[in-house]
């Protein structure tokens, strides 16, 4: 299993919605790791501003994407119940995932 660490920064967001999108993304990534097995340690910081989030996030000790993966918010809150919209997360971070990767 992979070791996942997160850091999240929140501004508008009220508290258990911080939670739910914090562990909404560790299950993501988590999944990612398991299916795509191109990383085993994964140091993911998020930050949300006025409902604009952005992404980024070391692999293996590898960053080698430095523009930020930017994340709408209602995108996060519907992926939380909506299988569409989680399957379009974890898309987007794969592809992210794949720029950060060497």
């Not at 949300?48 to 989030?53: F, L, N, Q, Y």
């Amino acid at each position: 299993m992979a070791e996942i660490s997160l850091t999240a920064a929140f501004s508008t967001v009220p508290g258990p919605e911080q939670e739910a999108i914090k562990r909404l993304l560790t299950e993501t990534i988590e999944q990612l790791a398991q299916e795509d097995r191109t990383f085993v340690r994964a140091r993911v910081v998020f930050t949300e501003s006025d409902e604009r989030c952005g992404l980024t996030a070391e692999l293996d000790g590898v960053k080698k994407e430095g523009v930020p993966l930017s994340i709408d918010i209602e995108q996060l809150e519907d992926a939380q119940t909506g299988a569409g919209a989680r399957a379009q997360l974890k898309e987007a971070l794969r592809l992210y995932f794949r720029r950060v990767r060497p």
